[in-house]
């Protein structure tokens, strides 16, 4: 009762049937709220607490932390979606 809460939920919005629209996000949470995240739209990390800028500020920094993010939507995201989409779809 008296500790804390530390969570990471990443998820993937698309509106669209060929996924063309797909966002990626990235959301680092503390005691329930948000302090840092990422969102492929965007492109980068943004800090929403001293913590969460102070952490953007040297994760944007890095290139390669950034470039494994942005590849995200089509890794983890559109993969996916594409795997589950026919097991969706198909049976409306």
């Known amino acids: ?3 804390y809460y530390f969570s990471r939920w990443a998820t993937c919005f698309h509106g669209s ?8 996000v990235d959301n680092y949470i503390f005691n329930k709220d948000v302090f840092i995240q ?5 492109g980068e990390f943004v800090g929403y607490t001293a913590l969460g800028v102070y952490n953007a500020d040297l994760w944007n920094k ?8 942005r590849a995200q939507v089509e890794r983890y995201c559109k993969h ?3 795997i589950r ?6 049976k409306t």
């Open 80 to 82: 996916n979606a594409e």
């Open 1 to 3: 009762a008296n500790g």
């Open 62 to 69: 890095d290139p390669n932390r950034l470039q494994q993010m």
């Open 38 to 42: 990422f969102n492929s739209t965007v």
């Open 85 to 90: 989409q026919s097991a969706i779809a198909d």
């Open 17 to 24: 049937r060929d996924f063309s629209d797909m966002v990626f």
